[in-house]
Structure formats: structure tokens, C-alpha cells
């Protein structure tokens, strides 16, 4: 589903087993990284957002399930062990996965004084989800999803531009000190209506 509980048709469903996956992999500290990619299953969502995949359950620490519909929204990963536990039924159930619409905006900074310094903390959702369970329950201490990246920019008597991805509806916080002056710090929520923002120094 989306953000407005909308069932997502023909996403494109997954399960891989001890491979690589891109670099989606790189969001599990410890998950070893394999030169093959072993496909254990592939479908696409219904018209009411459901999917079922039959597969091998292959004995791994690493069973993945990967759901992705375009690049208009975030995917979603799934981890499980099954190297020493069987799921219920022979059943992996994802229960239901929400998969948000990305949304582009743009950070302008524009200097007017060429000996005026500013230094800039910009802090976002990255549009990425990546779960792990264990014997069926969630594992929020080794899960990724939808993490806040931070960039910093100091700047003197210079122009900044930059474009970043991240989900729409979400809130980015920007906070900047103009000429080492108190901090200025604003909380804004991402709209088709407001995706410039735009600090003068």
C-alpha cells in the first residue's frame, strides 16, 4: 500500500538468498556480500496489493524479500534467518508493507556579503526500508527503515545549490547560524507546494 492506504499493483516481488543485492544490502552491518545473486522466487503485486511467491526454503541466514514498484516510490527490504528456524505453515507472511512516494526538493543557499560565513545542518528521510525479523518478530535494534541523514555545509561569501530524494508527507529539519549568531532552526513538512527552500546570507 501507499501512504494513503492504497493497494500498490504490479510491484515487483523478490526472494533472493545469500547474494547481493545492489546496494540495498549495505543497510544490514554484518550481512556478508556474495558474488552471485541466487533468485529463489519473482511475481508482481495484484490489483488489490497482494502477492504470494511458492519457493525453496532455502537454509540460510540471509533470506530476503525485496518489494519495489518504480522509482516514484521507496523500496522495501525484508530479512529472515531460516538457516535453524521453519516459519509457521511453511509460511513467510509480510503482513502488510507500506511503500512511500519519494519526493524531490531542492536546499538554495545565496550570499549577498562575500566576508559573511554560514554554516548549515540539513536533516531528511532517506526513502529506503529495510526490516529484520527473527522467529517472526520484528528486530527494530538491526533494522533500517526510513533512517534520517544529516548533511552539514559551512560556507564564506558563497552560493550553494542541491537536490535530495527523500519521502513525501515527511519532515526535514533545517537549522543555520549566519555570522556565528544564534541558531535558526526550521521544521518543515515536504508538499508538492514547497520543495525550494531557500536561506539568504
Known sequence: MNQNNVAIENASVNIFTDDEVGSIINFFPGVPTFNQIFNLGSTNTNQSGEFSIVSLLNRSNNFLVSVEKDENYAPYLFKTNVFDYTPDNLTVDLNTITLKEKFSFDLVINNQNP???????????????????????????????????????????????????????????????????????????????????????
Do not use: H, M, R, W
Open 115 to 201: 566576508s559573511s560565513t554560514i554554516a548549515v545542518a540539513l536533516n531528511y528521510e532517506i526513502p529506503f526500508c529495510a526490516e529484520v525479523y527473527e522467529e517472526g518478530t520484528l528486530q527494530e535494534n538491526l533494522s533500517n527503515c526510513y533512517p534520517s541523514q544529516e548533511l552539514t555545509v559551512s560556507l564564506q561569501g558563497e552560493d550553494f545549490s542541491k537536490s535530495f530524494i527523500s519521502t513525501a508527507g515527511s519532515s526535514i529539519q533545517i537549522s543555520y547560524s549566519v555570522n556565528n549568531q544564534p541558531e535558526i532552526v526550521e521544521t518543515i513538512n515536504l508538499n508538492p507546494s514547497e520543495n525550494v527552500f531557500t536561506i539568504t546570507y
